[in-house]
């Protein structure tokens, strides 16, 4: 069975900072992978994708991930966080095109001071 | 696009009465899915449809708790009776055609059964 492992409840970054948040699945062929971002009272948005290809995936508001498989990860980074990247990130997969389960991790809270 | 739209947003309850949660997905999506968000099992998936049937009800945890879809743009989630242990954040999404390639969620219903 499917499994992803998001290893930090809660990361706390100064605005500016670099961010990485890390996200390790379990899956034994090629996985689809998303990122997805929960703002406090709201549902989740798709931050980015990787389905195949180059494995450094852009997405949206700045951030980006990289699939590695020799690690089981797809860690996601921002080069300099904004007060506004406060929220749950959460990280999921999938096993591939025409599956409907979508796994997803417990999340990793983000906060940023000021 | 209004997006996704659950209602109500916030539903409190006493143990043993019906609940009932609605959803109207994006027009033009032909996938539904309803989840649910625990702090401890995190986001889980319940049920999902495709064009109003339901394929999977798999992770709907008990009898007590039934899923409906009459039409395209409406769907419902019936908890009868509802326990304590029900009280979590329940989230409707819709899709497009393929599954994988992006999911839209609504902005959950807060359920509190006392």
């Known amino acids: 069975a499917q499994s992803v492992t998001q290893p930090d409840i809660h990361i706390t970054v100064s605005e500016g900072a670099s961010l990485e948040l890390r996200c390790n699945y379990s899956?034994?062929?090629?996985?689809?992978l998303f990122w997805y971002v929960q703002s406090p009272g709201q549902g989740l948005q798709l931050l980015l994708k990787y389905f195949s290809g180059d494995t450094l995936v852009q997405g949206i508001k700045g951030f980006e991930a990289e699939f590695k498989r020799s690690q089981s990860s797809f860690n996601l980074r921002k080069p300099s966080v904004h007060w506004s990247d406060a929220a749950e990130y959460f990280c999921?997969?999938?096993?591939?095109?025409?599956?409907?389960?979508?796994?997803f991790g417990k999340g990793t809270k983000l906060s940023v001071i000021p | 696009d209004a997006g996704v739209i659950q209602s109500p947003r916030h539903e409190v309850t006493e143990m043993g009465q019906e609940v009932t949660l609605r959803c109207k997905p994006i027009s033009g999506h032909d996938y539904l899915f309803w989840y649910r968000q625990t702090m401890m099992r995190g986001l889980e998936l319940l049920i999902y449809f495709n064009n109003n049937v339901p394929i999977d009800d798999s992770g709907m945890p008990e009898d007590r708790f039934s899923a409906k879809m009459p039409n395209a743009s409406f769907s419902t989630l019936k908890i009868q009776p509802s326990e304590p242990r029900d009280s979590a954040v329940y989230f409707c999404a819709s899709s497009p055609g393929r599954y994988n390639e992006k999911l839209f969620f609504g902005s959950g219903t807060q359920l509190s059964v006392l």
């Open positions: 899956y034994g062929a090629t996985p689809y």
């Open positions: 999921a997969v999938c096993s591939g095109a025409g599956s409907y389960q979508l796994t």
